[in-house]
């Protein structure tokens, strides 16, 4: 037996360009038939509703049942019209039919639709653009902290690769330089956007497109040319990221400080290590909490968790703040602990609401 695709009348059918093949048509036709047939039936036969909804049916099945009542000549004259023009809009009822089930696009529509629905329920997730190297490893560790987040990759090899993914992600098979993909990818209810794309000048276009739909996003670029970090920023981008530069530094400190490089290399990398950072801001500390010192907070006692870092509203940092350090607005403390830690130490913080 011959595979379903190579068959001659399934290759005429898809002659047909796809855009003329619509579902809805389809439908409409056929209801539009039946209306045609009730309304014909009861003008020109004085039939009840029921009577003519009841020969239409015969008529437009072709199953062999007599007339419901005798017809007249005209009522012939019209059964043969009918009969006539079920017969293009069957055939073209099959082929919408036989395309869409053939080709898996009602399978395929109803799987894109969940994935839509689900899309639209995101509030404050992330959107990576591109699932390239850099992609699909911002997406694992996205899967470990549970991030919402939705992959946008016009490449339909990835694409059918990510339908396989049995981790079933939300993406979108679209080019992320429209604007409409974007959108469609929830960029207005979006807390921040990556694009690790391996072309700088596209990833330009996005971060332009981004911060024009979202002023507040938080954008995440790579960059592989240093030229191009100046250009990434001035469109937009919150931080550029060199995936090289930072590989080339990794492997300088590995020669001049190895102990401290391998450790930082562990403590990063949850796989094997339980050990997390965490960031606590001003706005997001319980009212009870805020304006307290390090000293007051107790966050070690409590929970065991290490404050190792200070950012001030600016952008700058102080290491190791000392214990009268106050969180103030705008700012954001730095934290270092175990996963049981910092799980210790947000169940601190809620109690304190």
């Known amino acids: 037996m011959k595979p379903l695709s190579t068959s001659p009348a399934v290759r005429g059918l898809f002659m047909v360009p796809r855009s003329v093949l619509s579902n809805q048509l389809a439908l409409t036709l056929i209801l539009g038939e039946f209306l045609v047939g009730t309304a014909g039936y009861m003008w020109l036969e004085g039939y009840s509703f029921r009577e003519a909804f009841s020969m239409t049916t015969i008529t437009v099945a072709t199953v062999g049942y007599g007339a419901v009542r005798t017809l007249s000549p ?3 004259w019209f059964s043969s019209f009918l009969i006539l023009l079920n017969i293009g809009i069957f055939t073209y009822a099959l082929a919408v039919f036989s395309y869409y089930v053939i080709n898996g696009e009602i399978f395929r529509n109803m799987h ?5 629905n689900k899309i639209d329920a ?3 997730h992330v959107i990576i653009c591109g699932y390239g190297r850099y992609g699909r490893e911002i997406s694992q560790n996205f899967l470990h902290h549970r991030t919402p987040f939705v992959v946008v990759e016009s490449n339909p090899a990835i694409i059918e690769e990510i339908q396989q993914n049995g981790e079933q992600l939300l993406y979108i098979a679209d080019d992320a330089t429209h604007d409409e993909t974007l959108l469609r990818a929830g960029i207005t209810r979006a807390k921040a956007l990556i694009t690790a794309l391996p072309d700088d000048s596209e990833n330009v276009f996005i971060v332009l497109t ?3 739909l979202n002023p507040n996003l938080n954008i995440i670029s790579r960059a592989t040319a240093a030229k191009s970090q100046r250009k990434l920023r001035l469109a937009g981008a919150n931080h550029v990221i060199m995936p090289e530069q930072i590989g080339g530094f990794y492997m300088a400190t590995l020669v001049s400080k190895p102990g ?8 990063t990398r949850e796989s ?3 050990i997390e950072f965490e960031e606590i801001h001003f706005r997001n500390m319980p009212s009870s909490c805020q304006g307290k010192s390090i000293r007051e907070l107790h966050i070690r006692r409590e929970a065991g968790a ?4 200070f950012k001030h509203s600016d952008g700058s940092y102080i290491v190791n703040p000392g214990p009268e350090t106050v969180l103030t607005e705008d700012s954001s403390f730095i934290l270092l602990g175990t996963r049981v830690q910092l799980e210790a130490m947000r169940t601190y913080f809620a109690n304190m609401r």
């Open 74 to 76: 005209a009522g012939e």
């Open 112 to 116: 894109l639709k969940s994935i839509y």
């Open 122 to 124: 995101l509030r404050d």
């Open 210 to 212: 981004a911060r024009q």
């Open 260 to 267: 401290a490089t391998e450790f930082f290399s562990y403590i």
């Open 272 to 274: 094997e290590s339980d």
């Open 306 to 309: 290490n404050i190792i870092g």
